[in-house]
C-alpha cells in the first residue's frame, strides 16, 4: 500500500509564516482603525450632513477644515493619567484624523458644524 505524505515540515513552516503576517496587518491596521471615529455621511439632496461620533471629546479639541473636494476632521481624545497604573483600557486615547472624500461640491461659507451629545454634526450645503 502506497502512502501520500500531506503537510511537510516546509509545508507547516509556510502556514506559520502567513499567518505571523496577518496577525501582524490585524493588529497594525487595528490600531490606526480605533483612534477613527465611526462616521455617517448623509445626502439630502441640497446638502451633505455629516454625523462622527467624537464621544469624550471636548469642542476645543476638534478641527474641522474643507480642502478642496475633502471634509478633514481632526481632534484629541483625553489621553490617561502618568500616574496611574491602567489596568486596562478599551476606550482609544490620543490624536486622531479623519478625512472623508465628498461626491458633490459644497458651499464653504455655508458649512457649519456643531457638537451634542458626542456626536459632531457638520452641515454641508451643496454649491448650485
Known sequence: MDLERFGTAADLDELIKVRDRIESLVKSDT???ALAPKADLLDFGDSLQLR???PGVDQGDLEV???GGRLLIAGLRETLEDNAD???SERPNGP???TIDLPAPVERDRASAHLRGGVL???LPKRQ
Open 31 to 33: 490600531r490606526a482603525d
Open 52 to 54: 462622527m461620533e467624537v
Open 65 to 67: 477644515a474643507l480642502q
Open 86 to 88: 491602567v489596568l486596562f
Open 96 to 98: 486622531f484624523q479623519r
Open 121 to 123: 454634526v457638520v452641515h
